[in-house]
């Protein structure tokens, strides 16, 4: 897939004030600082779209960007063809210990209560910090999705932190715990969004669903 234009459209503190369009939308979740906003710069390719900080808690609403792109198979004919219009949503980040009770309650059911009714929301991209043994925080949640049967992926993120034998590892070792809940594995990514690793594979399997919406 080849991205032609990414643009902030709106930053929403509910799901009722999320945009009324019907493009398909690709929300990002995971723990706070895992790395979402980073992630959504590298794949559009434009860093600063989504802010990003190195202090965990920074997004704290529900931030919708516009995404124009064609399929690489349509590169040459790019101008005849219209482009695919899709939306990617960057979420806040959930167990971050030093919010107050009362502001992390307020978020997860920000969260929950859009992840539950955005009839928009084609995939949810749950990211995992490629460098940590399997987190009861993440396991819970995918738990909660699978109870509620909302389509997920796994992103592991920060790959380029350590040697590419640990990342395999911590990921192999996150799966097999997955499949102590699950028949079939959900599918995966591994991820860098400083040397971009893994950009090209979501961005496929991003367009593979989006085709698949229109079949
Ligand atoms: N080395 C490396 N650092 C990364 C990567 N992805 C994110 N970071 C760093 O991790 C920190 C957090 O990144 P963000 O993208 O803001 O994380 P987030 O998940 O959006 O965080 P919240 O919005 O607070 O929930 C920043 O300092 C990033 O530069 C990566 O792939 N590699
Ligand atoms: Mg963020």
Redesign the pocket.
Same mark, same amino acid.
């Given at each position: 897939m080849i991205i032609k234009n990414a643009r902030y459209i709106v930053s929403s503190p509910k799901v009722q004030q999320c945009p009324q369009s019907t493009e398909p939308e690709y929300a990002f979740i995971?723990r +706070?600082?895992?790395?979402? +906003? #980073?992630?959504i710069n590298m794949l559009t390719g434009h860093n600063g779209l989504a802010k990003?900080? #190195?202090m965990?808690? $920074?997004?704290i609403n529900i931030n919708y960007f516009l995404i124009s792109s064609v399929a690489s198979e349509n590169r040459d004919r790019a101008k005849e063809k219209k482009d695919d219009e899709w939306h990617i949503v960057?979420l806040?980040?959930y167990g971050?210990a030093k919010r107050s009770k009362q502001e992390q309650d307020k978020l997860v059911e920000m969260i929950h209560n859009y992840i539950l009714h955005r009839e928009q929301l084609v995939n949810l991209f749950v990211?995992i910090d490629s460098r940590h043994n399997p987190q009861q925080i993440d396991l819970e949640f995918i738990e909660w999705l699978g109870e509620n049967g909302i389509p997920f992926s796994i992103v592991f993120? $920060?790959?380029? $932190?350590q040697s590419h034998a640990k990342t395999l590892g911590n990921v192999h070792t996150f799966l097999k715990k997955l499949e102590e809940q699950w028949e079939e594995l959900p599918p995966y990514f591994v991820? #860098? +969004?400083?040397n971009r690793q893994g950009r090209e594979e979501l961005l496929d399997y991003i367009e593979e669903v989006n085709k698949s919406l229109r079949a």
């Amino acid at each position: 897939m080849i991205i032609k234009n990414a643009r902030y459209i709106v930053s929403s503190p509910k799901v009722q004030q999320c945009p009324q369009s019907t493009e398909p939308e690709y929300a990002f979740i995971g723990r +706070s600082n895992v790395g979402k +906003s #980073s992630l959504i710069n590298m794949l559009t390719g434009h860093n600063g779209l989504a802010k990003t900080s #190195s202090m965990p808690g $920074k997004t704290i609403n529900i931030n919708y960007f516009l995404i124009s792109s064609v399929a690489s198979e349509n590169r040459d004919r790019a101008k005849e063809k219209k482009d695919d219009e899709w939306h990617i949503v960057d979420l806040p980040g959930y167990g971050y210990a030093k919010r107050s009770k009362q502001e992390q309650d307020k978020l997860v059911e920000m969260i929950h209560n859009y992840i539950l009714h955005r009839e928009q929301l084609v995939n949810l991209f749950v990211l995992i910090d490629s460098r940590h043994n399997p987190q009861q925080i993440d396991l819970e949640f995918i738990e909660w999705l699978g109870e509620n049967g909302i389509p997920f992926s796994i992103v592991f993120t $920060k790959a380029d $932190k350590q040697s590419h034998a640990k990342t395999l590892g911590n990921v192999h070792t996150f799966l097999k715990k997955l499949e102590e809940q699950w028949e079939e594995l959900p599918p995966y990514f591994v991820t #860098s +969004s400083e040397n971009r690793q893994g950009r090209e594979e979501l961005l496929d399997y991003i367009e593979e669903v989006n085709k698949s919406l229109r079949a």
